[in-house]
């Protein structure tokens, strides 16, 4: 039986008001501040003031915890608009807001579909969105963005933990390499790489975001137009 489909113990007040809300709400905090290794159920029980044990009547371990707050910050992604492009638009953006709010979703998202109640409410709002598609389109339409986000998004967590683990931004970081970037060109070797670098226009991670999500979504419209 999943976590979800099981009974919470009846409330206690004393010595202390449990429910794995506030079990998850706890968890989610201390992963905020400082990422996925600070979150054991210990550490939780004692940011709750109780003993360890009195969370296992909850949840049966530190998995069903992660899956619990996989599934509260599915909360914060709510798909929506007028046809299957906002919808899956507003996913993604959803999503890119959850994970950037709480980094430690990014190690978590992908592989195998979540469980949880927000997350099927998430699915149930996408593939309604959907229902005019081809059926055997929708999943690879629906993995397509989910892919392209996760992975994009990824990718600015772990520059984000490359910055405060060097105390260098973007911009400090491109300055240290620049030296070594234009001998390596100077070469002759790179020159499609050398005139990205040169000549584009070097957006930032929103505009970056946007950009490719709309090329992504502009493929999806032409072959469904087929």
């Not at 499609?192 to 505009?207: F, S, T, Y």
């Amino acid at each position: 039986m999943f976590v979800w489909e099981r009974p919470e113990p009846p409330q206690r007040p004393v010595p202390a008001p449990l429910s794995r809300g506030l079990i998850v709400g706890a968890a989610v905090r201390l992963a905020d501040a400082d990422g996925l290794d600070a979150v054991s159920l210990r550490k939780v029980a004692t940011a709750l003031d109780v003993r360890p044990m009195r969370l296992y009547g909850y949840i049966d371990s530190k998995e069903e915890l992660l899956d619990l707050m996989v599934d509260a910050a599915h909360e914060e992604i709510r798909p929506a608009g007028d046809g299957w492009r906002e919808v899956l638009e507003s996913l993604a953006t959803g999503m890119r807001h959850a994970v950037l709010a709480h980094e430690w979703l990014a190690d978590l998202l992908g592989g195998r579909p979540q469980l949880g109640p927000h997350a099927l409410a998430v699915s149930e709002s996408v593939l309604a969105a959907l229902d005019g598609l081809d059926v055997d389109d929708v999943m690879p339409v629906v993995s397509a963005v989910n892919a392209y986000t996760i992975g994009t998004v990824r990718r600015e967590v772990a520059d984000r933990r490359a910055e405060r683990a060097t105390g260098l931004d973007e911009k400090s970081w491109q300055a240290t390499r620049g030296p070594y970037m234009r001998r390596a060109f100077a070469t002759g070797r790179y020159p499609a790489l050398a005139a990205v670098v040169r000549d584009a226009a070097h957006l930032g991670p929103d505009e970056t975001f946007r950009t490719g999500l709309a090329f992504l979504l502009d493929g999806i419209g032409a072959r469904v137009a087929r």
